[in-house]
């Protein structure tokens, strides 16, 4: 089992910056890629960017391409996801989570709470 838990979310105004926080525990956290998605209300959860086991390999969805960054720290059993040039359009409940890799979310078997992030007009 991986317990992962997100923090750093909060509101920011458009064109800020937040950086997520992905703490993981249990299993060896860096045998696992992760991946962030996010929740709007009345809309399907979304791919935003993952990165693989040892960090070597990044992607993210066309939308946060140039203005999110994915990292880990395996020593530090963390992911961030740093977000920057924020839009109104980024809002949503995002999540943290750790699996095989790839774009769906059924590629991931371990899934953290969420944390909102709001980003005002």
């Known amino acids: 089992q991986v317990q992962l838990v997100e923090s750093g979310g909060g509101l920011v105004q458009a064109g800020g910056s937040l950086r997520l926080s992905c703490a993981a525990s249990?299993?060896?956290?860096?045998?696992?890629?992760v991946g962030w998605f996010r929740q709007a209300p009345g809309k399907e959860r979304e791919f935003v960017a993952r990165?693989?086991?040892?960090?070597?390999?990044?992607y993210s969805t066309t939308s946060v391409k140039g203005r999110f960054t994915v990292s880990r720290d395996n020593a530090k059993n963390t992911v961030y996801l740093q977000m920057n040039f924020l839009k109104p359009e980024d809002t949503g409940l995002y999540y943290c989570?750790?699996?095989?890799?790839?774009?769906?979310?059924?590629?991931?078997?371990?899934w953290g709470q969420g944390t909102q992030v709001t980003v005002s007009s």
């Open positions: 989570a750790a699996g095989l890799g790839g774009l769906n979310f059924n590629q991931y078997d371990y």
């Open positions: 249990g299993r060896t956290f860096s045998d696992y890629a």
């Open positions: 990165i693989v086991s040892n960090g070597g390999t990044t």
